[in-house]
């Protein structure tokens, strides 16, 4: 009824914003349109609308009335970040970043703003070093937001920091403990640390708290194939693909289930979906084109080998090693950089109970008793780890060392290795150039299964016998290659030498044979891999 009394704007605003907090939306949205009606250019009216809008998922309501809040008065954060949040909803990222941006250039430390910006960026796979800062600036303006919190641990976890990272997902968790997306992205992080056991039991309470989300289901069915449950594992993966045929992470991970039964055509078949719903997914396409190679089919396997190199040019996935194995092309010289990096970066926090407990690891202690004959108990020499990893031959080689050095191509491998406090300097760096840019520096170079990824000899022992002093030693072991004039490229992406092979290329560099022992460095399945254990000397 009206009685003629002019409208309070304020009080019929205060009147609103009380209605909405106490969950009256149908009363808030009331009085803020009587307010609009009254003055059509209150910006907190509109404010509130956007919040309604926003709220019932009409996100183009939500931002026109947003943006007529934040034209009101451009200063105030409170409705650009609302308005963030809209565009955010509408996919229009570019605009809610610009947004972010406004605020932080008046309020750097603004906690909500950066943290919105970093999960952003962080989403969209833009400069992950702008969003990692980003969100540590929102934890540090607020130690209990628990958005940032989650947000920091999952670009912590994508830049291989995933033990940082899972203390910031507890954190996260200890704000909001029944919150989905943080036990996943914490279950996440638990796989990539090997604890499948503690992922399994956060990424069901994940399913749980959303039965049907497709891709929790995928990673619960991931957590399982890690502990080799198998059958459990396949239950949700095709649960994943029900709720969802066109997330490709459900047909992935049943391919490598389907796979890990020793089901090959259904594993095939899964992928094949996997790239129906994601065509240029290169992890997709090596999936399929390993299960075809395992098939016997060289020809479909070569095509998406290809496909692959097409995608991902630095060769990430070993895409160039696959298709060699088909036939189609002669094996490279070396495996790719990026592949192995990735691989060890990928497998950094684990690589050490992997190798040692289920592959019985022994590189290090065979080259240790090999050395021991060849330097007669020398010390004090100046040492390099040449492809160290996590610093697992570092025990064997720092009583040698006065100096101990270390270069690796993974990242993530060299942060393990400076946590033994062994090495005198580490550094991330390919191995023939870091050997070529250290002439005459060293008495002794260590690779320990380092030579697994080269197949032509020639570029490592030219880069260590310029690395070495006359009279210098290079220890390493390889894979042996049985029936073979020089070298060949295995099963596993790692190649295999002749011994007089190796030979030939050493002495073709200035090395003398000081030791070479037929022994099996590590095994697969179980059985001994045949390997060598070589010290040249620098003549």
């Not at 704007?9 to 009147?15: D, K, T, W, Y």
């Not at 956007?50 to 026109?64: E, S, Y």
């Not at 991931?222 to 969802?244: F, I, M, S, W, Y």
């Not at 097409?310 to 592949?339: F, M, N, W």
Request: hydrophobic share 45%.
């Amino acid at each position: 009824m009206n009685t003629g009394k002019p409208l309070n704007i304020g009080e019929a605003f205060g009147r609103a914003m009380q209605a909405w907090e106490d969950g009256n939306v149908a009363e808030a949205r009331r009085l803020a349109r009587t307010i609009i009606e009254a003055r059509p250019d209150f910006g907190g009216a509109h404010y509130l609308l956007g919040l309604v809008a926003l709220g019932q998922g009409q996100a183009k309501r939500a931002v026109d009335h947003l943006t007529q809040a934040v034209a009101s008065d451009p200063n105030q954060p409170v409705p650009r970040l609302a308005l963030g949040r809209a565009l955010e909803a509408q996919d229009n990222f570019n605009s809610a970043i610009l947004h972010y941006r406004a605020i932080l250039s008046r309020e750097p430390n603004h906690a909500e703003a950066n943290s919105r910006l970093a999960d952003l960026l962080g989403r969209l796979g833009r400069n992950r070093d702008e969003a990692l800062d980003h969100a540590r600036r929102a934890v540090a303006a607020d130690p209990r937001h628990a958005e940032a919190l989650c947000t920091l641990g999952t670009l912590l976890h994508q830049a291989g920091e995933s033990v940082e990272a899972a203390g910031m997902l507890e954190r996260a968790l200890e704000l909001r403990p029944d919150w989905a997306v943080a036990l996943n992205n914490y279950g996440l992080i638990l796989r990539s640390l090997g604890q499948n056991e503690r992922a399994v039991a956060v990424l069901s309470g994940a399913v749980d708290l959303r039965r049907d989300h497709a891709g929790t289901r995928a990673n619960l069915a991931a957590a399982l194939r890690g502990l080799g449950r198998l059958d459990d594992a396949r239950v949700h993966a095709e649960r994943a693909t029900k709720l969802n045929s066109r997330d490709p992470s459900g047909w992935l991970e049943l391919g490598l289930i389907r796979r890990g039964l020793d089901m090959p055509e259904a594993a095939a078949a899964a992928f094949e979906r996997a790239l129906t719903a994601a065509p240029d997914s290169v992890h997709a396409h090596y999936c399929l084109a390993e299960t075809r190679l395992a098939l016997g089919q060289k020809e479909r396997a070569a095509k998406h080998f290809r496909r692959c190199l097409e995608l991902d040019p630095e060769d990430r996935h070993g895409a160039a090693l696959g298709l060699a194995q088909t036939g189609a092309v002669d094996a490279p010289s070396r495996a790719p950089d990026a592949y192995v990096r990735q691989l060890f970066d990928d497998y950094a926090d684990k690589f050490d109970s992997a190798l040692v407990d289920k592959l019985a690891y022994r590189a290090p202690a065979l080259l240790a008793q090999a050395l021991d004959a060849v330097l007669e108990r020398k010390q004090g020499l100046d040492v390099l780890d040449a492809g160290c990893g996590t610093g697992l031959a570092g025990p064997v080689l720092r009583p040698l060392a006065a100096r101990l050095d270390g270069v690796d191509l993974s990242g993530a491998m060299i942060d393990r290795a400076r946590s033994r406090r062994l090495y005198d300097h580490l550094e991330v760096g390919e191995l023939v150039a870091s050997l070529e840019a250290r002439p005459a520096t060293y008495d002794l170079v260590v690779a320990a299964d380092v030579l697994v990824y080269f197949g032509d000899l020639n570029g490592i022992m030219a880069a260590a016998a310029q690395a070495l002093k006359p009279g210098g030693v290079f220890a390493f072991t390889v894979e042996r290659a049985e029936d073979c004039a020089s070298y060949a490229l295995g099963a596993k992406n790692r190649y295999a030498h002749a011994p007089d092979y190796v030979e030939a290329v050493a002495a073709g560099h200035g090395f003398a044979v000081a030791a070479s022992e037929r022994a099996s460095t590590r095994q697969e399945a179980g059985e001994d891999v045949p390997g060598l254990v070589v010290v040249l000397r620098k003549i």
